[in-house]
């Protein structure tokens, strides 16, 4: 079966020229956003992005199965209206505003040739295309400082127990004569940005009905906190005992090995919700 029949030619040219020129068109943010995302590790979620809006269209590619696109006026308003976000982002020195600007004028390029319908039908990905933007440093210091200290409390209490000597100074530990920066090890921030796009992800990849997708979102903070601390143990023993330069490997890419642990413990969360014969499941959610 072709899930495109009810598309014209017209339709896919205009629509993929129209993404183009609208990506052009704003691409110094673009590139902006991209580079953050590239170079900053505490906003590696922004790579995550693009990937998740694909799987997650593609995974509901059977919408498109005599969804015809319908052009709508209401692309060009979406357009006007994130041109002057995005000058009154570079006025206020606001990144966010300037960021979110380019993403608001590829939406409504596409809006223009699809339609209010078909966008809605395909809202899921284009809300997960917000993981493009970059947290705001005031926001993620908000957030930071919290966890940090929540991370070096947990952490010690967990040694402890464990019976490694340490000791703590607001969120520093000292392991083995070497005082470990929570800040440098693992602040956590990471973490809740990214796995929160890993919630959505999986989220909205399984039937699940509404509710319990909202209870997937709603835990994706206490789930970025218990996998960061899952992490943050071995991280600062390391830092403790071996040297900086494995220490500093070892915490690199754990990080991207924790977005697995997190799928793990979500799947987990899901068999228990069955195995206590609650309804979680919605078998028409992707192909309605």
Same mark, same amino acid.
């Given at each position: ?16 020229? #129209? ?10 943010? @673009? ?6 995302? @590239? ?33 709508? *006026?209401?692309?060009? *308003? ?16 606001? &990144?966010?505003?300037?960021? %979110?600007?380019?993403? #608001? ?21 284009? !809300? ?18 919290? %966890?940090?200290?929540?991370? /070096? ?21 000292? =392991? ?15 973490? !809740?940005?990214? $796995? ?20 997937? =979102? /709603? *835990?994706?903070?206490? %789930? ?7 992490? %943050?143990?071995?991280?600062? $023993? ?5 040297? &900086? ?10 990080? @991207? *090995?924790?977005? #697995? ?5 979500? @799947? ?9 014969? #609650?309804? !979680? =499941?919605?078998?028409?959610? =992707?192909?309605?």
């Amino acid at each position: 079966m072709n899930v495109f029949r009810a598309w014209r030619t017209i339709d896919a040219l205009l629509l993929g020229g #129209l993404v183009l020129i609208a990506v052009i068109a704003a691409w110094p943010a @673009w590139a902006d956003v991209f580079s953050v995302g @590239w170079s900053d590790p505490e906003q590696s979620h922004v790579l995550l992005a693009i990937p998740v809006a694909l799987w997650l269209t593609w995974i509901r590619r059977a919408r498109l199965v005599n969804s015809r696109p319908a052009w709508s *006026l209401a692309g060009p *308003l979406v357009i006007a209206g994130a041109w002057a976000l995005g000058n009154l982002g570079l006025a206020t020195s606001r &990144d966010l505003f300037w960021h %979110l600007s380019a993403l #608001l004028v590829v939406v409504g390029a596409m809006l223009t040739v699809v339609g209010p319908r078909l966008m809605w039908r395909f809202a899921v990905p284009t !809300v997960a295309l917000l993981a493009l933007m970059p947290i705001p440093a005031g926001i993620r210091l908000q957030i930071a400082q919290p %966890l940090q200290e929540i991370s /070096a409390v947990c952490a010690q209490y967990l040694l402890e127990i464990a019976g490694v000597p340490v000791t703590r100074s607001g969120n520093m530990l000292v =392991l083995n004569g070497h005082p470990v920066v929570i800040a440098e090890a693992c602040n956590g921030m990471r973490m !809740v940005a990214a $796995l929160g796009v890993v919630a959505y992800t999986f989220a909205f990849s399984i039937p699940a009905k509404p509710a319990v997708r909202a209870l997937l =979102l /709603a *835990l994706s903070p206490v %789930l970025a906190v218990i996998v960061n601390i899952i992490r %943050l143990m071995p991280t600062v $023993l390391f830092y403790g005992y071996a040297s &900086d330069s494995f220490a500093q490997l070892f915490h690199d890419v754990s990080g @991207w *090995l924790m977005m #697995l642990v997190a799928l793990g413990v979500l @799947w987990a969360f899901m068999r228990l919700l069955r195995w206590m014969e #609650l309804p !979680v =499941l919605s078998y028409g959610a =992707l192909r309605d």
